[in-house]
């Protein structure tokens, strides 16, 4: 099989490591879209990952949120690259944003349901993970 060397989101550059989730403006366009928050600020760099998702925030369940969203980003990123390698369709940012969206709203809301204590019931809805989701990710 031949792999184009150029990016297959944004066709601006060779693909690397460091411009398919840093410099391609499609990865930019999906990830800054989640980090509109004036206390979050996303890493700029593949090498500063590490740092960042130890340091994102000081909010444990925002922090937990990051890794989350890190995943799913690459994730979809990543099909959508080999959807277009390999079937030559593509998808819109918007698209690849709302999917992202949907994927971070199912896998919350499944930790949202663990047991909760009785005396944690007055609180529970006010820290879940999904109310800490639209709180900071998607307002």
Known sequence: MIVPSSCLLCDRANESRSHLFFDCLVYAEVWTSFFTHPTLHPP?????????VLTASPHPKVKFICKLLLQAVCYVLWRERNLRLHNSTSR????????????????LIGMDRRPVQPTQRSQSFQESHLVTWFTY???
């Open 92 to 107: 819109s940012a918007h698209l690849l944003i709302k999917e992202i969206q949907v994927i971070m709203k199912a896998k």
């Open 44 to 52: 700029h760099s593949f090498d500063g990952i590490l740092t960042w």
């Open 137 to 139: 990710f998607q307002p």
